[in-house]
């Protein structure tokens, strides 16, 4: 599976946001985009006034880096969304929101989106009492996720818990029982739902020349 390798806070220092990549990091005063919030390069602070085009792009950038995505897999993301029934736009955010690895993100469950993608892949997670391991794997209203009984990884995830708690909260579209480390799913997310704003009307313009 390709994955991005290289310095990942240079992603958020390039789209001028934190977008939150490397967990309880960025929440503190080591955070690279504090100290230095201005793009990669030695030529960015010469820059022009960006295009209509270059917003564009910067916007799709900037959720797919959110969401850990390459540009293959998100493409792919955008046509599903795009094919199926109601608004391009919601079904997208929809979509992306409604990843497990994502949702087991917002439950605070892990620290950070690639956080959860590993706690997905090694198979801790159960949905609807069946093991999963696709970290891409889409939920539905009243869908029901489990972490799998082994004291190391329950005690991990309480410990995120419990740090994650002071500066994150669980999104109302889910319900967790923080004892038994449960989730459940009591909607599908919406735009309203977002941590960070995003312009999803750029993305369907970029992708729709």
């Known amino acids: 599976m ?64 959110m969401y850990g995505m390459l540009e293959k897999q998100f493409r792919r993301f955008f046509n599903l969304a795009e094919s199926a029934k109601g608004v391009t736009g919601r079904n997208l955010i929809q979509l992306l929101e409604s990843r497990l690895d994502n949702t087991v993100f917002r439950s605070l469950f892990a620290s950070s989106r690639n956080q959860a993608r590993q706690i997905v892949l090694h198979g801790f997670i159960h949905l609807n009492g069946r093991k999963v391991n696709v970290p891409s794997c889409f939920l539905r209203e009243g869908d029901e996720i489990l972490v799998k009984n082994k004291d190391g990884m329950r005690n991990v995830i309480k410990d995120n818990i419990a740090s994650s708690a002071k500066d994150r909260s669980v999104p109302s579209w889910l319900e967790v029982d923080k004892d038994n480390l449960k989730i459940k799913v009591l909607r599908l997310p919406e735009k309203e739902d977002l941590v960070l704003p995003v312009n999803e009307q750029l993305i369907i313009e970029l992708y729709s020349k």
């Open 2 to 65: 390709a994955r991005y390798t290289e310095a990942k806070c240079r992603l958020c220092r390039r789209e001028g946001a934190k977008l939150f990549i490397k967990g309880a990091r960025c929440i503190t005063e080591k955070c690279p985009f504090v100290k230095r919030p201005n793009p990669p390069g030695i030529h960015t602070r010469m820059m022009r006034k960006p295009s209509y085009y270059s917003l564009q792009l910067r916007e799709k950038q900037k959720v797919k880096r």
